[in-house]
């Protein structure tokens, strides 16, 4: 069974502030895919980023980066100078792809919710 | 641009009062998903399509049904809402290739008064 754990039920930070969002993974598959999505007030999940389980690249978009280390099995999140309009829900998520080669279905953790004061 | 559409974006509907929630997709990906989600929770499966292969979850409640008479469109019936049964609920498509990811449209929030 596959489980995520995001630790961090709250974040508060000032604006420009930076903020590192943790998740922790459990799985006994060696190829899975690993995702961020962003849930906004609005309600919508957006999708920031997939990575999956032999790219251990870390990867830098913007402000956002990611830092993936199958050895302590997480893919953190870290958001730099952040700002209001990064306040949200965060959900790390989990996909396992299964022997006939079509992924199964997301395991979310239970989503940080990150407050971006002014 | 292409994306997931779902309408209404907030259903207000009475108790035992029969209900559907439409999503639509422009994006003409093989899989598309129903995830209900409740305050402070994460979305939790409820049902997916493979093309027409419907696929259940095992704790989805009977109450909970769904069609998709072809690639863009889908439907979430709840045939006796109950006051348990508001939330929000998400529609999510996917490419049939295992790498791909599940894109979310905006969600319908529905209400059981």
């Known amino acids: 069974a596959q489980k995520v754990t995001q630790a961090q039920t709250e974040i508060s930070v000032v604006e420009k502030e930076d903020v590192t969002l943790d998740c922790v993974y459990e799985?006994?598959?060696?190829?899975?895919?690993l995702f961020w999505y962003k849930q906004p007030p609005s309600g919508e999940l957006v999708f920031l980023i997939r990575?999956?389980?032999?790219?251990?690249q870390n990867e830098i978009s913007g402000r956002y980066s990611w830092n993936f280390q199958k050895s302590t099995s997480s893919f953190n999140f870290t958001i730099t100078a952040s700002q209001v309009v990064d306040s949200a829900v965060y959900f790390c998520a989990l996909s396992v792809v299964i022997s006939s080669g079509s992924a199964r279905q997301l395991t979310f953790g239970s989503g940080t919710q990150l407050t971006v004061l002014p | 641009d292409a994306m997931v559409i779902q309408n209404p974006r907030y259903q207000v509907t009475q108790f035992g009062k029969p209900v559907t929630l439409s999503c639509s997709q422009t994006l003409n990906h093989n899989v598309m998903y129903w995830y209900q989600q409740k305050s402070s929770q994460a979305p939790k499966l409820l049902f997916h399509y493979y093309d027409k292969d419907f696929n259940n979850e095992a704790d989805t409640p009977d109450n909970f049904q769904s069609r998709r008479p072809n690639t863009s469109f889908c439907f979430l019936d709840i045939r006796s809402p109950g006051l348990g049964d508001a939330a929000m609920y998400l529609c999510?498509?996917?490419?049939?290739?295992?790498?791909?990811?599940?894109?979310f449209g905006p969600g319908t929030r529905l209400t059981v008064l």
């Open positions: 990575r999956n389980s032999f790219d251990e």
């Open positions: 999510a498509t996917r490419s049939g290739t295992s790498t791909d990811t599940q894109y």
């Open positions: 799985t006994r598959d060696t190829t899975y895919y």
